[in-house]
């Protein structure tokens, strides 16, 4: 009994431990974004993010001066009780009592610098890349030497506000247009009823790349492209064949006699859709409007294509895309702006995440 | 399944089918162009103003979804007024025509007018001719889109890579999702570890990306690595690399671009292996434990048959999404360095290059890769008869 208790123990831990591997696996690339867009942008470019961990570094506690010491860089110089060339020096000769000893600066004019290791964390901590980011107007920004430099801010607030004008009602609208239509199908009798619905199930994996083409052609010729109505009626259409599926799935599952005793009533078809359905299937609307919601805040390739041409409709991806290009290097930048343009969809996510759950299993996969 | 509303089932007489077909058809298209129309007027009114920009994106909201919502409310109305085999006739059409119009502007037609231009060349078919004259003109280049879609050297590179894209990110996608799935059923910190594998879920792959860059961040050896993966690296000896930009080692370079999109999508397949594993009934796993039977042999021999339909779907979505990869590959080396796909592609050909038939040839090349799903998905929706 007891060999199996220990047995039952081991595997417990060998669950537990991978889990807890893969999980960490999983989370640093997010963390390391998230703690490095609160650290001052000059440790950034120096020093990695787990630096804010505890961990050693080398310390100068005091210097040498060779000329002083009597010391020839040419010969084997002897310090502290440490012998070495002029280049062994160079690269750090460690001393009997744990310092390190470092030549720096040239041969003529260098001097030697006695290192010590201490435990250290670098815990700079600010907000200034968030005002950089977000900020549409010049932003200054002080450098440890004390001079200001200038530098023009991301404007990340504004590729927010048109990143939220184009996702409300890229998610609200197809899912009113497809309510009506799952209703359709589930409940009413129409000629060409079921080659409509072969329709919609043949679409849901066709590729948006189909339609780019033609529909940028149709955008030119309406003098449509760079709107919020063209990315809109776009990102409609595009969601629209699984929008109806997975609501024609809820819709017509729900019981029938509820429907039957309400057209007895007198209820019209509309009555009993906008005040018995919609509130009956807020749990497919949500899952689903979550699903779109994400899809679209997302986007990159059909906001390229619809509103690349106008800057002032900049959309949040678009926005991030730009830095990137311009501006690689600037990680303070990237990883603050990076945030922003995940703060919505994580609290979505969070917020909502059993209707999100229950969507995927639902088969909320887009074509 | 039956409709509640009855239609009379009398026979119209012909002029009524015909004043009912246009009835039909004026509702289905009728609604949107309205729709669009009144939306329209709406936005170059917006496009001109000078407004905050608060104030236009809320007012845009308000506009679009409100506008919209008020149409059906008022062509709602207006069958409703009408006398009663009218009425059942037209409403269904009031309700299901605008999603019909609209898909069949967006997605079905497009089709069609996709494979059409990829018939002619850069410019596509010119307008103002009639299908004769399209078909004769210059421009009209028959299959040689296709031919260069097929031999062109990047577009080659596109197909190897997109090739190894749905190979290594579907099966790892699965595999990790499966590992995760199985080992989180028999965790304490089911719930959290869940929720933090979800999580890339919902981050954007222009996002992600930036994540990853961070991680492959490059400096030459000798400065100080901010990159976690270089930091790595050289801790135990190594040379500093820009992962995704090493040539050297083409095409392998796409194994760091894929493994985003697994990282991003495990936490999709986990959910849906976690609650297919919880279909399993606790007694058959109850069972084989008492005749003796391994944590191993459980797994391979009742779990994974048990669940194989779900398997199978995962990876197919898996599969036709690597298919249509582009924002990580677009944003991260812009196809560079030998790491098209057939997305990036076709963005280029289109856009880029304003070439529309050599575009629209690979749109159709996409459309014809995913057809064995469509043909399958078609399939599922007979059987399943729910439709009469």
Do not use: C
């Not at chain 2, 004259?133 to 260069?148: C, E, I, K, P, R």
Request: aromatic fraction near 14%; avoid cysteine; hydrophobic fraction near 50%.
């Amino acid at each position: 009994m007891n060999s199996g208790k220990r047995q039952k123990f081991l595997g417990g831990l060998f669950v537990n431990g991978t889990l807890l591997l893969l999980v960490i696996l999983w989370t640093i690339p997010t963390l390391g974004i998230f703690v490095s867009s609160f650290r001052n942008r000059n440790d950034i470019a120096v020093s990695g993010w787990w630096n804010i961990f505890p961990h050693r570094e080398w310390k100068v506690t005091r210097e040498i001066d060779p000329a002083a010491a009597g010391l020839n860089p040419d010969g084997i110089m002897e310090v502290e009780g440490v012998s070495g060339t002029f280049d062994e020096f160079r690269a750090g000769l460690s001393t009997p009592d744990g310092e390190r000893l470092r030549w720096v600066g040239n041969k003529r004019l260098g001097r030697i610098q006695v290192e010590e290791q201490v435990w250290t964390v670098s815990w700079n901590f600010t907000l200034d890349n968030y005002r950089q980011v977000l900020g549409g107007q010049n932003f200054e920004f002080t450098k440890p030497d004390g001079t200001v430099e200038v530098v023009p801010g991301d404007n990340m607030s504004g590729a927010f506000l048109n990143s939220l004008a184009v996702t409300v009602p890229s998610t609200v609208i197809p899912i009113l247009i497809a309510a009506f239509a799952a209703y359709a199908f589930a409940w009413m009798t129409f000629p060409g009823r079921r080659t409509m619905f072969i329709m919609v199930v043949a679409l849901l994996v066709v590729p948006l790349q189909i339609a780019l083409v033609p529909i940028l052609r149709d955008y030119r010729a309406l003098n449509l492209n760079g709107t919020f109505l063209a990315i809109w009626l776009a990102h409609t259409g595009f969601g629209l064949a699984l929008a109806t599926y997975l609501l024609y799935n809820y819709i017509s599952s729900l019981p029938r006699d509820i429907l039957e005793s309400a057209f007895i009533d007198g209820a019209s078809h509309f009555t009993v859709f906008t005040r018995l359905i919609l509130p009956l299937s807020v749990p497919a609307l949500a899952s689903f409007a979550i699903f779109q919601f994400l899809w679209v805040w997302n986007d990159y390739l059909v906001a390229l294509i619809f509103l690349g041409g106008n800057p002032e409709f900049e959309l949040v991806t678009q926005r991030m895309a730009a830095i990137i290009g311009a501006r690689g290097q600037d990680w303070h930048l990237l990883t603050a702006g990076a945030f922003v343009s995940m703060l919505l969809p994580l609290a979505v996510f969070f917020g909502l995440q059993r209707y999100f759950v229950r969507g995927l299993l639902a088969g909320s996969v887009k074509g | 399944m039956k409709s509640i509303n009855n239609t009379g089932g009398q026979k119209l007489s012909l002029t009524a089918e015909i004043v009912s077909l246009l009835g039909r058809i004026f509702l289905a298209a009728g609604i949107p162009l309205i729709a669009f129309y009144v939306l329209y007027l709406g936005f170059i009114f917006l496009r001109d103003s000078n407004a905050p920009r608060a104030v236009i994106a809320l007012t845009a909201i308000l506009w679009g979804v409100g506008g919209v919502a008020v149409l059906y409310w008022i062509f709602n109305d207006i069958v409703e007024r009408l006398p009663d085999p009218w009425k059942s006739r037209l409403l269904p059409f009031v309700f299901v025509g605008p999603a019909m119009a609209i898909l069949a502007w967006y997605l079905a037609i497009p089709t069609l007018r996709t494979f059409w231009i990829s018939l002619f060349d850069r410019n596509g078919p010119s307008e103002g001719l009639n299908l004769f004259q399209q078909l004769t003109s210059d421009s009209f280049v028959g299959l040689n889109n296709y031919v260069a879609v097929f031999t062109e050297s990047l577009m080659r590179e596109a197909f190897r890579n997109n090739l190894l894209w749905i190979i290594f990110g579907s099966t790892f996608s699965v595999v990790f999702g499966l590992i995760i799935a199985v080992l989180a059923d028999r965790s304490r910190i089911e719930k959290t570890a869940k929720s933090l594998i979800f999580l890339p879920m919902a981050i954007s792959f222009v996002g992600a990306s930036i994540i990853w860059n961070f991680i492959y961040e490059y400096r030459p050896a000798g400065q100080p690595q901010v990159g976690l993966l270089n930091t790595l690296v050289t801790s135990l000896g190594g040379q500093p690399q820009a992962w995704p930009q090493w040539v050297t080692i083409s095409p392998w370079n796409n194994l760091f671009l894929i493994v985003i999109v697994v990282w991003l999508q495990a936490g999709y397949a986990m959910v849906l292996f976690s609650a297919a594993l919880k279909g399993i009934p606790e007694e058959i796993l109850e069972a084989s434990r008492i005749d003796g039977a391994n944590e191993f042999q459980i797994f391979f021999q009742i779990m994974i048959p048990s669940i194989r339909g779900t398997i199978i779907s995962v990876w197919t979505t898996i599969v036709i999404f690597t298919l249509k990869i582009f924002d990580v590959v677009w944003v991260m080396t812009g196809g560079q360095f030998g790491t098209h796909v057939i997305a990036t592609q076709f963005y280029r050909q289109a856009f880029t290059n304003r070439n529309s038939g050599f575009g629209a040839a690979i749109a159709i090349v996409l459309l014809i890769a995913v057809i064995p799903v469509m043909y399958y998905n078609l399939k599922q929706f007979r059987e399943r008869e729910a439709f009469q």
